[in-house]
């Protein structure tokens, strides 16, 4: 079993940011990923590479207090993973980091796509595999980063983000910090006007799908992009539920913000030609 796609939400001093998790496309990287933060390899750590225009970049070093105070390490990790690309480097996709000419290589290292990089990180390396998207308004949070100060800090860091840098002396407190990640499973996500789901029509028949919000006065009014229907083999632990006897949709949960989710979403086929929804219910 699966779940339904995953969110990853972080907490930094920048501000939070949340990920889905597109664990039905690639669901070795999403395994991965979650392996790092369920080990706690990202808990206070930072984004270490900032390219404006580009990308920002984290999962590679974290913060660590010792008997002489705070340090910067690496982060542990695991063995690399088979390349996964699938999903063009769009603007807030997130995808994997990996070493020169060696696409099977990602370990740790994650990076948000600041514009549309597809022209370039579709075609080098065997692609980067995309695994998840910035939802809600986390692009604001690494627009905020991607503002920030850049400085060379050696090794690794030579493209640093600095938060409150007073332009001599960069200490650790000057770095991007995540202090820690929450990970949330829900039915469905609604995010910038489009709710996405699981969802099983009947007859073993699982697919998922994209509702777009076309009205919402006076009521909410969903219609099916229809380009974004694709097979499932395998059932969601949470999945929707659709009846095409009585044309009503049920979705067991969905997440409408960083931390606001409703239960019990129903909804109703008003036009089945369009394949249009109406909002009856929510809890």
């Given at each position: 079993m699966t779940q339904a796609n995953p969110v990853a939400c972080f907490t930094s001093n920048m501000g939070q940011f949340c990920i889905e998790l597109f664990e039905t496309q690639t669901p070795v990287t999403t395994a991965n990923f979650l392996q790092y933060i369920h080990s706690d390899a990202y808990k206070?750590?930072?984004?270490?590479?900032?390219?404006?225009?580009?990308?920002?970049?984290g999962g590679g070093f974290?913060?660590?207090?010792?008997a002489s105070g705070d340090s910067?390490?690496?982060?542990?990790?695991?063995?690399?993973?088979v390349n996964e690309f699938k999903i063009s480097n769009t603007r807030g996709t997130?995808?994997?980091?990996?070493?020169?000419?060696?696409?099977?290589?990602?370990?740790?290292?994650?990076?948000?796509?600041?514009?549309?990089?597809?022209?370039?990180?579709?075609?080098?390396?065997?692609g980067f595999t995309v695994f998840g998207r910035v939802?809600?308004?986390?692009?604001?949070?690494?627009?905020?980063?991607?503002?920030?100060?850049?400085?060379?800090?050696?090794?690794?860091?030579?493209?640093?983000?600095?938060?409150d840098f007073d332009g001599s002396h960069a200490a650790l407190s000057n770095l991007v910090k995540i202090d820690g990640v929450e990970v949330t499973d829900a039915t469905g996500i609604f995010s910038s006007g489009i709710l996405s789901?699981?969802?099983?029509?009947?007859?073993?028949?699982?697919?998922?799908?994209?509702?777009?919000?076309?009205?919402?006065?006076?009521?909410?009014?969903?219609?099916?992009?229809?380009a974004s229907?694709?097979?499932?083999?395998?059932?969601?632990?949470?999945?929707?539920?659709?009846?095409?006897?009585?044309g009503q949709l049920h979705i067991p949960s969905v997440m409408i913000g960083v931390s606001a989710t409703v239960k019990n979403v129903l909804m109703q086929l008003t036009n089945p030609g369009s394949y249009t929804f109406t909002l009856v219910s929510y809890e």
């Open positions: 206070n750590g930072i984004l270490h590479r900032s390219m404006p225009g580009f990308v920002i970049q974290k913060i660590v207090n010792g910067l390490v690496p982060v542990n990790t695991f063995s690399p993973i997130v995808a994997m980091a990996k070493l020169p000419d060696k696409p099977n290589s990602a370990t740790s290292q994650w990076f948000v796509n600041l514009a549309d990089n597809s022209a370039n990180l579709d075609h080098q390396n065997g939802i809600f308004d986390g692009m604001a949070v690494f627009d905020a980063i991607e503002k920030l100060p850049v400085r060379n800090l050696g090794g690794n860091l030579t493209n640093a983000p600095l938060k789901l699981a969802v099983d029509i009947g007859g073993g028949q699982m697919f998922t799908v994209n509702l777009r919000l076309i009205s919402d006065k006076p009521d909410y009014v969903f219609q099916l992009d229809s229907v694709a097979a499932l083999s395998i059932s969601p632990t949470s999945i929707a539920t659709f009846s095409p006897g009585n």
